[in-house]
């Protein structure tokens, strides 16, 4: 068994409403960020994984992904792996 | 000008009680990922920055964590940049 540090980030798809990016945003002109735009909010998990192989370990979190910490009619995720 | 890709992933920090993180590890036994542990909730904000070179980008992402995208006492920010 090897151990593996796992990153989800979970982003709304391109397209769907993002009310908090949206009021982010709206804040940054009032406190001087006048060169930041196109602001996006997100989820990010952090975990651990106990696999055989890298490819077994994506393959569960890929697998947790769609069954739980995305919604995919709306959101994307993209996983980040290494070995702990 | 250069246009930069910001990628902020704020994270709570180490002992900061993190209730999401550990309602959805309480749900992986029943779901089948007995191999999954550790896990932690945090915020993923991507937006673009225009800044003369990386240093300057990364001064302005740095200031925007510390006045608006964290609470410096119970979270953490990791910042990476790329340009567009």
Known sequence: MTRFRALVEVSL???????????????????????????????????????TDEHAARKQVDDLCRRLLTNPVIEDSAVTLEQA
């Open 13 to 51: 798809r391109p397209g769907i409403a993002d009310p908090q990016g949206a009021t982010i945003e709206r804040a940054l002109p009032a406190l001087g960020f006048e060169a930041i735009s196109g602001v996006r909010a997100g989820k990010a998990f952090r975990f651990v994984v106990d696999a």
